[in-house]
């Protein structure tokens, strides 16, 4: 019996839908059988991502009004075979789909894949409450801002109020250098404030857009990407591994820090 | 620390990040409080608990508010005393 996780955040573009399918290929990199499940009806984004937008013929909609079998939505990724896309629908609404069904769906995912990966759209309406229906554990992704650790705390409170016990904290797009010269919030103060488990920190890291370009994932280049190996990092910690967290604040050259003590930035 | 900051800390100026954070506080502050009422009639309820030891409260007449005032939240209770027990040792 495999296990449902939602990837959420409340703010939009903090990285749910690249976290979800980084993740969705740590996982499969890891031998597990893997689905990943884009919630985002009427915005579906995750197949660009996952660079399978050519392969789409029935999708999530279809799926929960029974038009075909989920096999049959089911899209196998080009790399791995034991990793598979189920697509939103982009010509309806986030009504389209309720929270019984998506729990029902989920329960139907769970018999034959290992993990179940949902990523939930922006928001706290109708969408965020079909992803989260069926999960068991659930990954709040922000990022080192404001805006994006007042939604996080918002949705800490929902998931809590819909009794999902087991959630940890993703905080990306972190960047060292601006945390070091004191205009960054660090994981220490968001973690305070938030009072919630981390699993994993992501570095800021312009891989992830060339990556991203091509419809490929950094965690397949773990040893080139930091981000990458962040990715691999929380996706053997979902596994249940203990891996120790990255030192961001390595590899910086005696002369970024000279001018960092100096005050000029770097 | 390095000279960025240490200025900072001389001049009396925050970093951003301390500014990010200190806002952040406040606005959670606000924003757990007003999501949930039960919240303040929890506090209410254990405060009357422990004041309770001491003195006798008078519940009905019992009021326990948030405010917020430029950009400082303020817990305020007024707690209306019907009397004050006698110490139990002197």
């Known amino acids: 019996m495999g296990e449902v996780i939602v990837i959420t955040s409340g703010k939009g573009g903090v990285g749910k839908t690249t976290t979800t399918a980084n993740l969705g290929v740590g996982l499969a990199l890891a031998q597990k059988k893997v689905v990943l499940i884009d919630a985002d009806i009427g915005l579906r984004n995750l197949d660009v991502v996952m660079g399978l937008e050519n392969r789409i013929v029935y999708d999530l909609v279809d799926v929960v009004e029974g038009r075909c079998r989920v096999k049959q939505a089911l899209i196998r990724d080009k790399r791995y075979d034991n990793l598979f896309l189920l697509p939103a629908a982009q010509t309806r609404d986030k009504n389209a789909v309720s929270p019984?069904?998506?729990?029902?769906?989920?329960?139907?995912?769970?018999?034959?894949?290992?993990?179940?990966?949902?990523?939930?759209?922006?928001?706290?309406?109708?969408?965020?409450?079909?992803?989260?229906?069926?999960?068991?554990?659930?990954?709040?992704?922000?990022?080192?801002?404001?805006?994006?650790?007042?939604?996080?705390?918002?949705?800490?409170?929902?998931?809590?109020?819909?009794?999902?016990?087991?959630?940890?904290?993703?905080?990306?797009?972190?960047?060292?250098?601006?945390?070091?010269?004191?205009?960054?919030?660090?994981?220490?103060?968001?973690?305070?404030?938030?009072?919630?488990?981390?699993?994993?920190?992501?570095?800021?890291?312009?891989?992830?857009?060339?990556?991203?370009?091509?419809?490929?994932?950094?965690?397949?280049?773990?040893?080139?990407?930091?981000?990458?190996?962040?990715?691999?990092?929380?996706?053997?910690?979902?596994?249940?591994?203990?891996?120790?967290?990255?030192?961001?604040?390595?590899?910086?050259?005696?002369?970024?820090?000279?001018?960092?003590?100096?005050?000029?930035?770097? | 620390m390095n000279l960025k900051a240490l200025l900072a800390a001389l001049t009396g100026r925050q970093s951003s990040k301390e500014v990010a954070k200190e806002r952040l506080r406040l606005v959670l502050v606000h924003d757990r409080a007003s999501v949930a009422p039960e919240f303040l009639d929890k506090i209410k309820e254990e405060m009357i608990a422990v004041i309770s030891k001491y003195m006798e409260i008078d519940e009905s007449n019992t009021v326990v508010n948030m405010h917020h005032t430029d950009g400082t939240a303020v817990l305020e209770a007024n707690l209306a005393v019907k009397s004050i027990k006698r110490p139990a040792h002197s």
Request: proline residues 4%; contains cysteine.
């Open chain 1, 100 to 266: 019984e069904q998506m729990k029902k769906l989920c329960e139907e995912l769970k018999q034959e894949f290992d993990f179940v990966l949902v990523d939930c759209p922006a928001g706290i309406e109708q969408g965020f409450r079909n992803a989260i229906a069926g999960a068991d554990r659930a990954l709040i992704v922000t990022t080192p801002e404001v805006s994006a650790v007042r939604d996080a705390d918002r949705i800490i409170g929902l998931l809590e109020a819909a009794e999902i016990k087991s959630f940890r904290l993703v905080i990306n797009r972190l960047r060292p250098e601006m945390v070091k010269r004191g205009d960054m919030l660090d994981i220490d103060d968001i973690l305070e404030i938030l009072a919630i488990e981390l699993i994993g920190v992501i570095p800021d890291d312009e891989k992830i857009i060339i990556s991203t370009n091509r419809g490929e994932q950094v965690v397949t280049n773990a040893n080139d990407s930091p981000a990458g190996k962040a990715y691999l990092n929380i996706a053997q910690r979902l596994l249940g591994e203990t891996v120790p967290f990255l030192d961001l604040y390595q590899n910086q050259s005696f002369f970024s820090r000279l001018k960092r003590l100096i005050g000029l930035g770097g």
